[in-house]
């Protein structure tokens, strides 16, 4: 019989030729005999661990400790597996059990750091990197995540000399130049960013995350084509790369390709199936004509059931403290990437005129950069908090600690949002409020906020949501002051008729094509302006389905993604703008109008395509809304017939926004305010 020593002897050379079932039968043999030889145990369990069986794992790094205190590796190697299964206390006090007995392990400070952030405990986390960082200046990731720490602190500056440092110090790193990449990307500076990325490709031109990072660069700066090549190029390389099927799909809805952007968003899930990637498929799903409110509406609650709805307290009910406890209503509003000047014209109204008297007002802010526009919110708020570093528990706890009674989302499933934080009911009541047009699915959230005309009696068969009717509108119009006056209406028949959309081309659907077709072939010589990506593809696909339905090429104008001053000077030239459909335009109706032109817009089943027909009845003019797309087509040859009556109507367009309710401010907060009182004073919302 073998000894202890030759048994041992034996797994350990099979260990090491990559023969695990024989090293694992030697080990096992000799620990039948020798039950506290750790060395054995210490193999052995690397070998489970290597297999996922974490428990039997667990338990034999717990006997080698036994037999062997002192044994560093084997606090190091628990503090790893009590990390993976989230069990961050007993990671942290493993990790630290190998600091105590050697306080100079890098490795030990680097997960101790992981696991506070883990955590969200940044500052912890920036001590131990800070630490390692010290004792290890040759690790080039150390650096990156001191630098990751220090940002999500709000320690920009020394954040930035922490990447730069490390590029300087690992000039011929790859990961060093995408991680200072990273930052630039992260803080806007574009040009910075893509150098960054430019010099990690250099280095490596295959590496993937750099031609991922890359294209989101590319698309942030208008270069849609080049970010596309780069997303492909990224996918050439790593076939199941899931966040580059992921920024591709969002790319082609960019470029208001929906069928492409669904398949690439499908792929990511697929790969990685994440909820905020099912989150922008049901958002894609919105633009099509393929799926009924009511399949839709399953959708979302089928969303709700997998990723929102286990994570709702078991017993919720009434908190201890009532409603208001504090003398006045503390709303929470919660909101994520406003990039468009309409949202955050919609916050500004609603921070401006809410009555401080009687209501308090905390904003969660999820990734917004700090721009001049929202640096003038921040001054708004009672409260302001930046949340981009905190997890959706984290922020579940402080939205409690806090104590709101009403939270309210601002995105629905757009990005940004912050769904899976209400998903675990951090406030006593909670509703969703804005341009979002279907249910979220999430059952912790209790109302939805809209109007009677956006969605009349029987909708609420399409939503999880119980429906909080406004008396007016369900949303506020800012019209933009820098908007220069609308021109004099002599002019009008001097040139040609034009129609025009500059809506996102995503809204354009098929059904869309064939009814602007149809208006194009029955007012001939008429022109269609429309607006695309920045894609030079896009925009040809956008014209072909124009021409592939008989409408010659040079009656079409199809013009980029504008700066904003040039979107609102393209409207004159506009005679009568079409809203698309099943998803209308929203903001882009209202600054249609302040521009003088009148907009045609067809009254569709749900929420999707009835926001034209809430805003055009709210202005008083519902001569501009059709009930099907052959009146629709009707309707618009007619007004085409009335060039003067039309130029007229615009040059008046402006003072009939002015005094309707939805430009009324202070009336839509008033009517606002009173429905989160009823939110407030209703009975608690069965969950059951």
Known sequence: MATADELFRQGFAAHQTGDLPTAEQCYRQLLAVFPDHSASLMNLAAIVSGRGEWDEAERLYQTALTAAPDLLEAHFKLGNIYRRRGRWLEAAAAYEEVLRRAPHTPAALVNLGLVASDKGDWARAVECFARAATITPDWPDVLALLGDALARCGRATEALAAFQEAARRFPDSPQAHYNLGLYRAAAGQWDEALSCFDQALALQPDYPEAHNARGIVLDSTGQADAAEQAYREALRQRPDFAEAHSNLGLHYSEQGCVPAAMAALRSAWNLAPQPQTASALLTMELFTTDLSPEQLRDHHIHWGRQYADPLQPPAWGEDDRPIGASGRLRIGYVVGEFCSRAAVAFLHELLIHHDRSQFHVTVYANGLRRTEAIEALRHRADMWRITTHLSDEQLAQVIRADGIDLLVDLHGHTPGNRLLTFARRPALRQLTLGGYPATTGIRAIDYRVTDATTDPPGSETLYV????????????????????????????????????????????????FDCWAAILHAVPKSRLVLLAGQSVQGAQRLAAQFTQRGIAAERLEVVYRLPWRDYLAAYPAIDLALDPFPYNGGATTGDALWMGVPVLTLAGGDARGRRGVSILQAVGLPEFIADSPAQYVQLAVRWAQQREALAELGATLRELLRTSPLTDGPRYVRHLEAAYRTAAGAATVNLS
């Not at 009008?492 to 354009?508: E, I, V, Y």
């Open 465 to 512: 949501e119980k429906l909080l009717r406004l008396p007016e509108v369900s949303w506020v119009y800012q019209p933009p002051v820098e908007a220069p006056p609308v021109p004099k209406p002599a002019s009008a028949n001097r040139r040609t008729f034009t129609w025009g959309c500059l809506n996102h081309p995503a809204k354009l659907s098929p059904p869309c």
